[in-house]
């Protein structure tokens, strides 16, 4: 009879398990999609790039800083957080992931940084599934973000040639 009712049991739902290597190349995707966007931009403002997309980065900054548009100083905001996050990135992409647990059996992945040279003391890292989760979803947003920003931006050409003025005229720091 339909009368009778069924058990409900509620249950944690655990999210996927992270691979370390799907995980390791979304985080440098997202990077490197914020880093194209920026590069993008320099070139749009006729900021030298000789060395990279970011080679004029603090130039960038600095002209961003200087106007009053309120969607240059949301990118802003948003590039000197993905500029805090460098560091991870620089980890990330020239060092070598490994899976560990502890002995409750929990999983960790432990990157080790490759020295750039003798003088390099970039420290190796334990991450907890959290931390990976964390910079993942930071790193999608900032870099769709500023992509999206970009992309917004360089179609508006009354900003655009209010950065490309040049700074010569401004005082210095």
Request: aromatic residues 4%; contains cysteine; proline residues 5%.
């Amino acid at each position: 009879m339909m009368s009778e009712q069924l058990p409900v049991t509620t249950s944690e739902v655990q999210p996927a398990s992270l691979e370390p290597f799907d995980w390791l190349g979304r985080v440098l995707t997202q990077f490197a999609i914020g880093e194209r966007a920026i590069g993008q931009l320099c070139i749009n403002l006729d900021l030298p790039i000789e060395k990279g997309p970011l080679t004029s980065l603090q130039l960038l900054c600095t002209r961003l800083a200087r106007t009053t548009d309120r969607r240059c100083q949301a990118l802003l905001k948003r590039i000197e957080r993905w500029r805090s996050l460098r560091p991870l990135r620089h980890l990330l992409a020239h060092g070598s992931i490994t899976v560990m647990h502890d002995s409750a059996g929990n999983r960790y992945f432990l990157t080790r940084h490759l020295p750039q040279d003798r003088y390099d003391v970039t420290p190796d890292r334990l991450w907890t599934d959290a931390e990976c989760r964390e910079l993942l979803r930071v790193a999608t947003n900032d870099g769709r973000s500023i992509a999206d920003q970009v992309r917004n931006l360089m179609q508006n050409v009354t900003v655009i040639a209010e950065l490309k003025k040049s700074d010569a005229g401004s005082s210095p720091e």
